[in-house]
């Protein structure tokens, strides 16, 4: 499977984010590959009404009905029609392992399925303690990079990660940098069901064609 954070990227953003929902539906069903779209609150409700694809967001808050100005709210999330949700990306950290955990409770308690990040094996250790849907690793000082991917920099720590995730039976995804089918490859070759991709994409001239070629690495 493939994840496609598209951040607060103009490229993922209003009337472009249904646009590019639209080329990864259209690569799904070609593909065959489930590709999943990750986009900002502020979209999700028509990105969910224009596609049949699985719809996630990119955070939600761990608090409930309240006096909670500007927070995101799981049970609003999951009303709408999302999927899912990631949690603690790099870009998006929570600010203690308290609210993760009752951030991952109340997703689950709203129907949500999660992915939490981890930016290193020790971090990834503790979030499958979590029971989350999915568990990623992602080392920060790769996300964005156009050139070196997590599978090449990284791979011994990916077959690590894998180790640990499935002895909580839990699937690993991985991200940062991916940018070719070669990455798709060998991130599943060590153990991974699937990858996170964002820049790649949303940045993409040609997404589909990009994309495509991503699916490829599932062949
Ligand atoms: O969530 C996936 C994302 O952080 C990876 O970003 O730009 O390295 O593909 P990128």
């Not at 709408?80 to 929570?94: D, P, Q, R, T, Y």
Request: hydrophobic share 45%.
């Amino acid at each position: 499977m493939i994840f496609v954070n598209y951040k607060a990227y103009e490229e993922g953003s209003g009337q472009k984010a249904v646009a590019l929902t639209r080329i990864l539906e259209e690569v799904a069903h070609l593909s065959q590959v489930k590709i999943v779209p990750v986009v900002q609150v502020i979209d999700a409700e028509s990105i969910v009404s224009s596609t049949s694809l699985e719809v996630w967001i990119q955070h939600v808050d761990p608090v409930s009905f309240g006096p909670h100005t500007g927070w995101t709210l799981p049970e609003e999330a999951a009303r709408i029609g999302v999927a899912g949700v990631f949690l603690n990306h790099s870009e998006h950290k929570f600010d203690n392992f308290d609210a993760l955990y009752t951030a991952n409770k109340k997703a689950f308690e709203a129907n949500l399925k999660t992915l939490i990040f981890a930016g290193d094996l020790e971090e990834l250790k503790k979030i499958c303690e979590l029971a989350p849907t999915f568990v990623a690793y992602e080392p920060p000082e790769l996300v964005g990079s156009t050139t070196i991917s997590v599978a090449q920099a990284k791979p011994e720590v990916i077959s690590e990660a894998s180790e640990v995730a499935k002895t909580k039976g839990i699937p690993l995804v991985v991200g940062a940098g991916i940018h070719s089918r070669d990455d798709i490859k060998k991130s599943l070759e060590l153990g991974a069901v699937g990858v996170a991709v964002a820049t790649d994409i949303v940045k993409a001239v040609d997404p589909a064609k990009e994309l495509l070629d991503l699916t490829e690495g599932f062949k």
